[in-house]
């Protein structure tokens, strides 16, 4: 599987970031992602929402979600702020990454620190009242 980051050995094979125009290995990403990890690890499968982009953050910290059993749902980091919130209100994640700043994040939520300084991480106070099926890895939104 792609997540499964078995390039990491071959340091001829690299990944190129254009929002830094810098390459890295396999090796650095899988060091990434297993920060990323750290940041998610739980006992129990949570929901994850990501707000992503074409980010070398927003791969790792996918990457990390799904190599660490969380259900991500993602969404466009551009999303309109209002739109966010209702969001929350109707998904009601127990994790948010790439919020923006940290005034984005709405009440029951407390920010926590992340692998990267440019990614807002924020931990809803209160568990799930539901648990997710653990054949779910992905959720994805559709226009209609």
């Known amino acids: ?68 059993g969380q259900t991500v749902i993602l969404f466009n980091a551009a999303t309109d702020p209002s739109l966010r919130h209702r969001l929350f209100e109707i998904y009601w994640p127990e994790i948010i990454i790439g919020v923006g700043e940290p005034s984005e994040i709405p009440k029951g939520y407390s920010v926590c620190s992340g692998p990267s300084a440019s990614v807002t991480v924020a931990r809803a106070d209160e568990p799930a009242c539901q648990p997710i099926a653990p054949e779910t890895a992905v959720l994805l939104s559709t226009s209609g």
């Open 1 to 68: 599987m792609f997540w499964d980051l078995d390039h990491r050995a071959d340091r001829s094979r690299r990944l190129y970031d254009a929002s830094t125009d810098s390459e890295l290995t396999y090796q650095d990403l899988f060091d990434l992602v297993t920060r990323w990890e750290n940041v998610l690890r739980s006992e129990r499968r949570q929901l994850v929402a990501l707000f992503c982009d074409n980010s070398l953050a927003s791969i790792a910290a996918y990457l990390a979600a799904i190599r660490s």
